[in-house]
């Protein structure tokens, strides 16, 4: 015996047809298969796609993280804390940088006025 994948109602293994809602079973034949099938993981939470939007936008993909069910709390926590450590270390060399560059190209024009 087996049940029919629309009402779950019990019926012949042979049958093609349910006898109680009569949907059709000939197409249905991996029924089961079909049932309990996962669904595809969607791309944003693969860890290499992670990864290229951490190094393309830094902490503004901290969302996809967040919303990924295969981490754990405590992981995407320590991942977050490294994230923002980094992205302060880089934000302060980059305005560290523009300073220098804005006091040589200041000392350049100074000489040449």
């Not at 809602?21 to 089961?32: F, P």
Request: aromatic share 16%; charged share 20%; proline share 5%.
């Amino acid at each position: 015996m087996k049940k029919c994948p629309f009402c779950q109602e019990e019926m012949e293994d042979e049958a093609v047809k349910c006898g109680h809602c009569g949907g059709m079973l000939e197409k249905y034949a991996d029924w089961e298969r079909l049932i309990n099938k996962k669904p595809p993981e969607k791309k944003y939470f693969k860890t290499s796609f992670l990864i290229i939007a951490f190094l393309c936008v830094g902490p503004f993909a901290l969302p996809l993280l967040w919303l990924n069910p295969r981490f754990s709390q405590k992981t995407k926590i320590i991942v977050s804390v490294i994230v923002i450590i980094i992205s302060y270390y880089l934000f302060t060399m980059f305005m560290s940088s523009v300073t220098s560059a804005s006091k040589y190209y200041q000392q350049i024009f100074n000489a040449t006025l």
